[in-house]
């Protein structure tokens, strides 16, 4: 991410107030510069209202990510296998999950069209994502993964979620250094997620 200050505009900015859980209008106004400057007091950082590289690492999943009790020793990567282009949310793949037999979503992260990252199973649950490699994996799913038939696989990442979903992993791999980072193809007769994970 690019250097922000204000008066800058643009998708890097909305990006920035989604993380401070401001409105992404993405202008980065006086509003957007007085909660990056509360956010450096907070984490020790030089307070300037200038989002730098420190900045920006303090505001990495990473900082805010609950660690799990389970030993992870993967992360593997999903999609939810719907159309290019339709929004869903944890709501819904909760609802088609209780439809399987679940007692809620499988993964423990979801990431919409947008890019915003959405926490699903509690990351200490084992999940139901990976038959076989549930018990110490975290599950990462991002919105869509076929055309629009709704069948064919594709990589229909925005590049919202292409960012977000690197990010997250990233972090991931910060908390839990050794794990390694799979696509489900990896261990199921699918395309999920749609392209392979060295495309990350």
Not at 115 to 125: F, T
Request: aromatic share 8%; charged share 20%.
């Amino acid at each position: 991410m690019k250097t922000l200050k204000k008066g800058c505009i643009g998708y890097d900015v909305k990006v920035l107030q989604k993380m401070l859980h401001l409105i992404d209008d993405g202008v980065f106004g006086p509003i957007t510069e007085e909660a990056v400057m509360m956010f450096q007091h907070e984490h020790g950082l030089t307070v300037d209202g200038i989002v730098g590289p420190k900045t920006w690492d303090a505001l990495a999943p990473a900082a805010t990510l609950p660690k799990s009790r389970r030993k992870i020793t993967e992360i593997i990567v999903h999609c939810t296998a719907t159309a290019i282009g339709k929004d869903f949310t944890v709501q819904d793949i909760i609802r088609w999950h209780k439809a399987r037999g679940f007692k809620t979503i499988g993964y423990h992260y979801v990431i919409y069209l947008d890019g915003s990252v959405h926490e699903g199973r509690d990351v200490n649950l084992v999940g139901a994502h990976c038959t076989g490699h549930n018990a110490h994996s975290i599950g990462v799913c991002y919105v869509g993964g076929c055309a629009k038939d709704g069948l064919t696989p594709m990589d229909t990442r925005t590049p919202e979620q292409k960012e977000s979903l690197r990010k997250l992993v990233a972090a991931l791999l910060k908390i839990y250094p050794g794990a390694t980072v799979h696509g489900h193809y990896e261990f199921a007769a699918k395309a999920c997620p749609s392209f392979k994970i060295k495309d990350l």
